[in-house]
């Protein structure tokens, strides 16, 4: 079994990992079922993680404004919690769980949030860890949107 220390992110250019997770109501996907749809950024988060709560309502605005690109958040949390941190954070898009953190584990995770942009050949064609105003801005261009607004108080740089 590897140790904790031993994991690495997958890269972009890399093949993801395909997985089985359920949503919270225990609806079974796959990798190759979201990609089949076309390209997924997915989000792998927790909800104690205070730059996933900053970093939630940007996917949000994101996944309601976007077009050509679905977002999945991976939560490493159970169903009830995660039900609370959307709620609180007003999150609408779909959210899987990953119980045990298997997923997790096999994409290399050691920060929450971290994103991977995978397209339909089920390549990796973005990492991004923490919060990083200029990855958010190139996603949101890629979706044909505006991210942020004047009026927002958005770090340029956060760490996960």
Not at 29 to 57: D, R, W
Not at 84 to 89: G, L, S
Not at 90 to 101: A, F, R
């Amino acid at each position: 079994m590897a140790r904790f220390t031993d994991r690495h992110l997958l890269k972009v250019g890399s093949r993801a990992t395909d997985f089985t997770l359920r949503d919270r109501d225990g609806v079974e996907f796959t990798l190759a079922s979201l990609v089949a749809n076309g390209p997924v950024l997915l989000v792998f988060f927790k909800i104690s993680c205070e730059v996933c709560q900053l970093t939630f309502p940007y996917l949000e605005r994101l996944y309601r404004n976007g077009r050509g690109l679905q977002i999945v958040g991976i939560s490493q949390d159970d169903a009830e919690a995660t039900t609370e941190f959307t709620t609180t954070y007003g999150v609408s898009l779909p959210i899987l769980l990953d119980k045990g953190y298997r997923v997790s584990a096999a994409y290399g995770l050691t920060n929450v949030p971290t994103l991977y942009l995978v397209e339909p050949d089920q390549q990796i064609s973005f990492v991004g860890v923490g919060f990083v105003r200029m990855d958010l801005d190139k996603l949101a261009l890629r979706m044909q949107t505006a991210l942020f607004q004047k009026s927002d108080y958005a770090p340029y740089w956060k760490a996960g």
